[in-house]
């Protein structure tokens, strides 16, 4: 009881994609310029179950439909790494402790154009 949630991403550069046997395989690397990391909204919190919704709105992470790397015929998509962290206070001799859920979003164009 009594810990709080943060969850947070932020703009990544994502290039030599290569989708392989294993799954992708590829390199990231900061965005410049370097932008403003986007809260994630966490909301239906339960303490008592240890549940809570992430909610994912991408229109809150900048991503504009002339972004040239939504293109369908893009080499490199865009990317979001980011991380949930659950941080406990101290109970009693027990130190406080974080809990850290890391983050990537690959978003790719499918070629679907809404008009």
């Known amino acids: 009881m ?3 949630i943060d969850a947070q991403i932020v703009r ?8 392989t ?4 395989t590829f390199d990231i690397a900061d965005y410049n310029p370097t932008p ?8 239906n919190r339960v303490d008592a179950a240890g549940t ?6 991408d229109s809150t992470w900048s991503l504009i439909n ?4 939504l293109e369908i015929n893009a ?14 206070p101290a109970s ?6 974080d809990a850290i859920i890391f983050l990537l979003f690959l978003v790719r164009s499918d070629g679907v154009v809404v008009v």
């Open 75 to 88: 080499q490199d998509c865009v990317g979001f790494s980011g991380r949930v962290k659950v941080s406990f």
């Open 52 to 57: 809570c919704t992430l909610v994912i709105d």
């Open 21 to 24: 046997r294993n799954g992708l």
């Open 92 to 97: 009693g001799s027990t130190p406080p402790d």
């Open 12 to 19: 990544r550069q994502v290039s030599n994609i290569v989708d």
């Open 36 to 43: 403003t990391p986007v809260s994630l909204t966490i909301t």
């Open 66 to 69: 002339s972004d040239p790397q």
């Open 2 to 4: 009594g810990a709080t």
